[in-house]
């Protein structure tokens, strides 16, 4: 996050010092992004962060494809992904490219006899259906409805869900997210004009720290497979940390959508920024107030990305027969917009209360075998009249 944050107890200054009761010497680790270059955070342990006691497999996570070159509109029916009891068997790649994985996951289970880590990638986990804590080692965040989560790759946590109930959506980024630039001044500070500001977003209040060692699992994502390493300490260890380098919470109902007189472009949703791919949240709002304004969106030919569009609530003006937990995936090279009877459905409408996640990604992306098993072969015709 481009701000700081200090939690626990930490020395007056960094590199120095700093001693537990019985007089020995705490464990320091900086904790960096980018080289030495990007964010870090300093982070003081019980234990040495290092004691690696066994590797004991590895295994391939990597998504099956089904159709590597696409330019067929699909709709996918999120809500068909089965529930299972296991966090990360739960996560299933349903499109993918070389900069991301976009994952539909229906955990019923928390993450309990494990940890897991994962080292090629920042993670934006959206909280469709499900209340619960994310435990990290760098504090924990209460999660619910509405929430993304952001996590930086490297950060260990498990997710602690109230009951069966859960409904993912996550976005898998191989360069880090960060807010839009263009509503960060030159200090990163988050600009008037942005849709949202730091008081919207939640950083780790509540530091677990655990003083055990043992035998700790932590599954590590590394390269696309899963590398399952024991520790001889507890990964919960940081008595204290600071720096810009955290996971942190925002809430897509925090965010305050920009409208216009006219039809405003996609961008002005947008709520997240990697070189490769962009985050966007269309959230209630009033329609545009020209007298003779169309408040549905123009056909429209995004030559460079693929869309995706998760449905999370709300009516979708611009869509026939879409509901809750639907992807839409709308490729590049080819132009799409509103469907037949939208455009004129959405004249004189003064608000909507739509609420989606956006996905433009700068590649295109592949449709995996599990996106098959819930896709709708036909939806690429829904526009014929
Ligand atoms: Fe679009």
Redesign the pocket.
Known sequence: MPFYHKLGKIPPKRHTQFRKKDGNLYYEQLFGTIGFDGMSTNSYHEHRPTMVKEIRKQYSVKPKIAKANNIQSYRFRGFQVPPENDYLESRKIVLTNVDCNIILAAPKQSTKDYFYKNTDADEVIFIHKGTGKLRTMLGNLDFKYGDYLVIPRGIIYKLDFDDENNRLFIVESYSPVYTPKRYRNWFGQLLEHSPFCERDLRRPEELETYDEKGDFLIKVKKQGEIIEMVYASHPFDVVGYDGYNFPYAFSIHDFEPITGRIHQP?PVHQTFETNTFVICSFVPRLYDYHPNAIPA?YN?S?IDSD?V?YYVDGDFMSRNDIDAGHISL?PAGIP?GPHPGATERSIGETVTEELAVMVDAFKPLQVTEEAMKIADEDYYKSWLE
């Open positions: 996609p969106p429209h995004n869309e569009l709308h799409h």
